[in-house]
C-alpha cells in the first residue's frame, strides 16, 4: 500500500532519553515499564516494551530511543503505556531498539 508525504506526517516520531526502566511481571510476555524524557514540548512519558532479552534495566537508562508520540494510550494489565518505543526484530525475532546514531537534543522529530 502507498501512502502520501501527508499521512507520514501525521505520523509523530520523536528521540527521547530513557530516564527509568523496571521490569513488569504483571505483562504477558516479559517487559519492561520505561520512562522517556521527550523534553520540554512532549515531557516525560511512559511506555512498556518486550525488549528483554537484549537490554537490562541498567543498560536502558540514558538511552536514547525513537517512539511514536501521537498514538492514544494503551492499557497494558495495569500500566498506561502513552508511546509506542521503536524497534526492529533481529535474526531470532526479539526486538532491537531503535535510536539516534549519535547523541541528539531529545525531543527531535524524525523527517
Known amino acids: 500500500m502507498t501512502i502520501s508525504f501527508d499521512d507520514f506526517l501525521k505520523v509523530d516520531i520523536r528521540v ?30 511512559r511506555s512498556s516494551a518486550q525488549i528483554t532479552k537484549h537490554y537490562t534495566p541498567e543498560e536502558l537508562v540514558g538511552r536514547q530511543v525513537m517512539a511514536v508520540v501521537n498514538f492514544p494510550p494503551r492499557q497494558i494489565g495495569p500500566f498506561m503505556s502513552e508511546v509506542l518505543t521503536l524497534g526492529v526484530p533481529d535474526e531470532s525475532g526479539e526486538v532491537v531498539l531503535i535510536g539516534p546514531g549519535q547523541d541528539v537534543p531529545i525531543g527531535g522529530r524524525l523527517y
Open 16 to 45: 527521547g532519553r530513557i530516564t527509568a526502566a523496571e521490569t513488569f511481571p504483571q505483562a504477558r510476555k516479559p517487559a519492561y515499564k520505561l520512562t522517556i524524557d521527550f523534553g520540554p514540548e512532549i515531557g516525560t512519558k
